[in-house]
């Protein structure tokens, strides 16, 4: 009997000063190097959850808004979703013949990207809207699901998934784990993302934002169904981002993260707000664990965010720096 | 000691036995009449919840969507935002001494709120716009806030946030209380219920989906702003409905609510979905205690809708019959 109340004791011991014990010298962020980065984060954090403290933010309004490419996950040295649009014309073009003299379709199915690129962004709406439209919105999940089950990055052969950052993986979590809701406000599509958001970063389709393209409500075989259109409803970059973000969310986040000048308008607005405000750019500096690009980049392109961060006081991340780790299958 | 151990072992006993009765003998809908519209919600609910059963949805896809108008709160004798909408057009007269002349602003001045309906869609359209745009996002949530805080049901003389439906606030808590998320999906405006349905309903703004005018980024004073253009975004009405939830949900609801041919396509959405699925529609049968309407009348216009409801078994509410109290205070 003593034994056993011993054991008992001490057990509880353990769990109890062992839990605490990891609660308070345990690191949120451990594939962050110490460093202004980091430390702006914490403190900001510890802030805004400081109950009685004058710049508490309660848990409701707790919104932080996430880019996606080139924040999340990586963007060179093309978007995933051209790859995977690319991939889909590729997949279609037998149903096209007219595609093999047709542009920008003929010289993408000659493996000729650049050439398909060479219309700018006239030629991506085309090859987005010939692979992206004329499905159910269920058809068209299935068709990401596929996908990016089985798709590689071309330069590392790895999973798109798993090209995803680890230190930002670490920081949604924190920022879940202090009562915040975190959201994605990207300039891809919706559609694209909805499917694999919540299993990669935790994030649930309803909370994330992104282009849009229209759709159309039909009763087939006797059930309702959304069919896709090729027509654009709502381009979710620059200016886009605070209006997706007011008509998704219908609060002004607290922090916003980006990487790029199609980010600055949504860092303005959360950094507009009252009380204490968080903005961060993730900065690509590490030429060799990831990539170094940033005011002569077309994909990416950082350069007025990159000054407005420097005069305002927003976090800039410092890859090559800051990051002890980029992906994680480097733990 | 023994003494001590008995107590301990007593109240341990108390804790767990009485917490328990309360749960299984606490009635969740306590002003719902017994009946069949209750009976096929609690079973709805049990099927979908139970661990292991092949009827069993997990949490994150328990998705429900709720109309706003006649469902969750009254619509009678005409829509509250349009109430509030002829208070701003009397408050901003001074502003556009034009009015006096120009329909449908000059009957409303009048007091003449059926001559100036005469218009239809097109004198409602313009009053919206002269009285819903033209100001920040956030001057805008003031406006309302100001209002819901002080006007009165030209009926009943109560706050408009009183004439809400008691039997569906106890369901919105039943379902959330069930790991559901609720969602409100309303042909009003979006900015219009945000500011009051999270104190009112428990539903935060993020989880309202509603019409919406366009928005422009701005900054002004060196501060980000978005300022509310007269011109329509998105008409969350009918086919809107499936439309504007799954551009900001993203997933098909598996139980849907409404009252009027308004949300029968959002009810077609809901319950064409594979699975164990739920359909409800509110029908206003109480003229002494609440408004008695359907097929004839122009607000909350309840037909095809209330066809359809019987022939696929969708509940159909009879507030005379199924609810015991209607409004909060009656409690």
Redesign the interface.
């Known amino acids: 009997m003593k034994r056993t109340l011993l054991t008992v004791f001490t057990l509880g011991f353990v769990l109890v000063f062992g839990s605490l014990a990891t609660a308070q010298t345990g690191d949120p962020l451990p594939s962050w190097n110490d460093g202004k980065a980091k430390q702006s984060i914490i403190e900001f954090v510890a802030k805004v959850t400081e109950n009685g403290s004058s710049d508490f933010v309660p848990p409701?309004e707790r919104?932080s808004t996430f880019d996606n490419d080139g924040t999340l996950w990586a963007e060179q040295p093309m978007y995933s979703q051209l790859f995977f649009a690319i991939n889909r014309v590729k997949q279609l073009a037998p149903q096209h013949p007219e595609w093999k003299t047709e542009e920008p379709f003929a010289s993408l199915l000659k493996g000729d990207v650049k050439g398909a690129m060479a219309g700018g962004m006239k030629s991506v709406g085309r090859i987005l809207m010939a692979t992206h439209a004329g499905m159910t919105?269920?058809e068209f999940e299935t068709i990401v699901k596929d996908w990016i089950a089985t798709a590689k990055h071309p330069v590392t052969k790895k999973p798109y998934t798993e090209m995803v950052y680890q230190p930002m993986l670490e920081l949604l979590t924190y920022l879940r784990a202090n009562d915040f809701?975190t959201f994605i406000v990207s300039g891809g599509g919706?559609?694209f993302m909805?499917p694999w958001t919540?299993t990669v970063y935790g994030i649930?389709?309803?909370?994330?934002v992104g282009s849009?393209i229209k759709?159309?409500?039909e009763?087939r075989d006797?059930?309702?169904?959304?069919v896709r259109l090729p027509e654009l409803?709502f381009n979710d970059d620059k200016?886009g981002k605070?209006?997706g973000i007011?008509?998704?969310?219908?609060?002004?986040p607290i922090a916003a993260f980006g990487n790029s000048d199609g980010d600055l308008?949504m860092l303005?607005?959360a950094t507009?707000g009252t009380g204490v405000r968080f903005g961060l750019i993730v900065h690509h500096t590490d030429a060799e664990r990831e990539w170094a690009y940033d005011r002569k980049s077309s994909i990416g392109h950082l350069d007025k965010a990159l000054d407005e961060a420097q005069a305002k006081g927003w976090t800039v991340v410092d890859m090559k720096q800051d990051w002890k780790i980029i992906y994680p299958h480097e733990k």
């Open positions: 409701p919104i919105t269920e809701k919706i559609e909805r919540e649930p389709p309803e909370q994330v849009s759709t159309k409500f009763i006797g059930k309702a169904v959304l409803n200016d605070p209006i007011n008509l998704h969310i219908g609060r002004r308008q303005q607005y507009s």
